[in-house]
């Protein structure tokens, strides 16, 4: 029997509905359509600004904050960088601090939480028995600086919970035997991988409690109880410095039953000078590595690879665009054409992933007009306000020729240097631009632009924490104490950090790939509940954060938390030997022993706590 074959009307139908769709896929995930899509439809950022809950008039007047009383020495700079120091740690954790020099103690103590002593001469101390008997009573003091050898010293001692005194010592390293920092219990660091300390050889009774000692024994943090109150000691001189106020942060919390304060919680990654100019020929040890060219490398290579960790590791990349590499500082500043579909194809898939386009410059030239800023990084400075304007307007316009819908949030000053006319050129030049992230943790040159995470006018200052792709322990270091303290993981990499031998540690990028894997495989691990966001968005949040004034009532049985200026949440940190009882208005998930993490989803929260 011979059958024809026929196509029905609805099946050509059905093979044209598919195709069409096919080609609708495809366009839609094409470079070209997807570089017309406004901000929102890219990266999702809501731009409609937070609804915010204020606490009535009535409910305000009843309100009492938490006060520390910081004890100083106005003759001593170390004394002075250690008050502000933990006063800006206590600002972060919304405590109110209150520093008073030796000349003008209050005549007590009872109003204060604790009494933090900043400076190591114990017997200036105008009345040591005032601070023994405010302990004595139910009060906590914290001796932030190892104490002198001296006669008050002999007097206080056995309170302190010392049996025995030595000679001062350099330390041999760090060892937390407990989770004073966040997750890092058992942590060990040798000398120069934290900053240098200074200590007293001393032995403690059974009496205290200790958190962290030397890799040999010497105790360098520990607690004492004393009649209702207790003693806190840092054995050390180190707490002055930045990259610390994580120890600051956890004293706090162990020195203090049932501590509870908010953090940042965020987590963001930029990637400077992406899309840049990729340097054209071979990078000898790339090339001898995988046979590639440096353009192919990158587009073969790392960029899966920095793909592949943002997935598994939940990375949403900022990058940060460079127009040229030239040195040129006096207009007119030209666009240099590179290979435009090498620029929108990162874009795109940046976007695609969540991630977020800023700028890093027209070139990497700071924006300074100060010549000794940058001379030594070889850099020229600016002739006037003007001309940085012109360049910047340069690489906006682009990137606006890129995405023409685009608008630019986020800048990152080249080789972390802006001064005011900077400032002022980038506001003139690209009014949208409102987030200004330099770095966190000072650097050891005089000019060198240090941030903390603030609001200005115009700026919201987002700073960088962390940087490259090499993992090395005063990277863990300073990682775990802003986790502790703020909350923050705010990190930094360059594609062109493998081509440098300083940046790389002249490793291969089969190894530093390893280490920056490793490096975020930690964070996920130790830190999954850390919101990933781009600048733009941390921008935002950091606004909500640092509006927000917080109130805390302390009962045995349960912590009654009430938020003035609230946006809609707000993430707490709380250590508490107590069981979690009933709640209200909030969520609470255990993440380290006897520390949890608390969402707060109205503006009064309550906790209950059993014994």
């Known amino acids: ?133 405010y302990t004595a009573e139910g009060g906590k003091v914290f001796f932030a600086i190892r104490p ?26 760090l060892k937390l035997t407990s989770n004073l920092l966040i997750k890092q219990d058992n942590l060990v660091m040798k000398n120069g991988e934290i900053p240098e300390n200074s200590s007293l050889s001393v032995g403690l009774d059974e009496r205290s409690t200790i958190y962290a000692e030397s890799i040999d024994h010497v105790p ?46 965020m987590k963001v990654v930029y990637i400077d000078d992406f899309p840049a100019p990729i340097p054209e020929g071979k990078n000898k040890i790339i090339y001898d590595e995988y046979r590639r060219d440096t353009p192919s490398f990158y587009e073969d290579i790392w960029w899966p690879e920095m793909q592949k960790s943002a997935a598994n590791y939940d990375v949403k990349y900022t990058g940060l665009v460079i127009q040229t590499y030239t040195d040129k500082v006096t207009p007119p500043f030209k666009v240099e054409e590179h290979d435009r579909n090498t620029y929108v194809q990162f874009g795109r898939e940046l976007l695609k992933m969540g991630g977020e386009i800023g700028i890093h410059g027209y070139n990497h030239q700071s924006l300074t007009v100060d010549p000794k800023a940058v001379e030594d990084l070889g850099y020229h400075e600016w002739e006037n306000q003007e001309d940085m304007e012109a360049s910047l307007n340069t690489v906006e316009n682009y990137v606006k020729s890129l995405f023409p819908n685009y608008e630019i949030k986020t800048y990152v000053p080249p080789s972390n240097r802006i001064d005011e006319v900077g400032e002022a050129a980038l506001n003139n030049a690209i009014p949208s631009i409102s987030i200004l992230s330099s770095i966190y943790i000072p650097d050891s040159v005089e000019y060198t632009t240090v941030h903390e995470f603030s609001k200005g006018d115009p700026f919201i200052y987002f700073p960088r924490i962390t940087s490259g792709y090499e993992y090395t322990k005063k990277k863990k270091w300073a990682m775990a104490n802003a986790m502790t303290s703020l909350g923050v993981f705010s990190h930094f990499i360059h594609p062109d950090d493998i081509l440098d031998d300083d940046r790389s540690a002249k490793k291969k990028w089969s190894k530093l790939g390893k280490e920056y894997y490793q490096f975020m495989s930690e964070v996920h691990t130790d830190y999954p509940w850390l919101r990933s966001i781009t600048a733009s968005n941390a921008g935002k949040q950091l606004t909500n954060y640092l509006q927000a004034d917080v109130y805390i009532e302390e009962k045995k049985d349960r912590l009654t938390i009430q938020i003035d200026k609230f946006s809609g949440e707000l993430h707490f940190i709380l250590r508490t030997k107590k069981k979690i009882g009933k709640l209200e208005n909030c969520e609470v998930q255990r993440i380290d022993d006897d520390v949890y993490f608390v969402k707060a989803k109205k503006p009064t929260i309550e906790l209950g706590l059993i014994e």
């Open 148 to 173: 002198e050898i001296k006669g008050s010293l002999q007097n206080l001692y056995r309170k302190l919970g010392i049996y025995e005194i030595g000679e001062f010592i350099i330390p041999n390293g």
């Open 220 to 265: 360098l943090l520990w607690d004492t109880t004393y009649k209702k109150g207790k003693f806190m000691v840092f054995n050390g001189t180190m707490l002055e410095t930045k990259e610390n106020r994580g120890i600051i942060t956890g004293a706090f919390s162990l020195l203090n039953e049932d501590f509870i304060y908010p953090i940042m919680d």
């Open 1 to 133: 029997m011979d059958y024809k074959f026929k196509l029905e009307k609805t099946i050509y139908l059905l093979i044209l509905f598919v195709l069409i769709i096919g080609v609708f896929l495809g366009v839609f995930n094409s470079n070209y359509i997807l570089k017309y899509l406004p901000n929102k439809a890219i990266i999702g950022v809501n731009d409609n600004v937070s609804s915010i809950s204020r606490l009535s008039d009535e409910t305000l007047k009843g309100l009492k904050e938490e006060e520390y009383l910081l004890l100083y020495n106005e003759k001593d700079s170390s004394s002075i960088h250690l008050k502000d120091n933990i006063a800006q740690t206590l600002s972060y954790m919304k405590k109110k601090s209150t520093a008073v020099t030796l000349s003008n103690i209050p005549a007590s103590f009872d109003q204060y939480k604790n009494v933090v002593v900043t400076f190591e001469e114990i017997s200036a101390l105008p009345n040591m028995k005032m601070l023994e008997e």
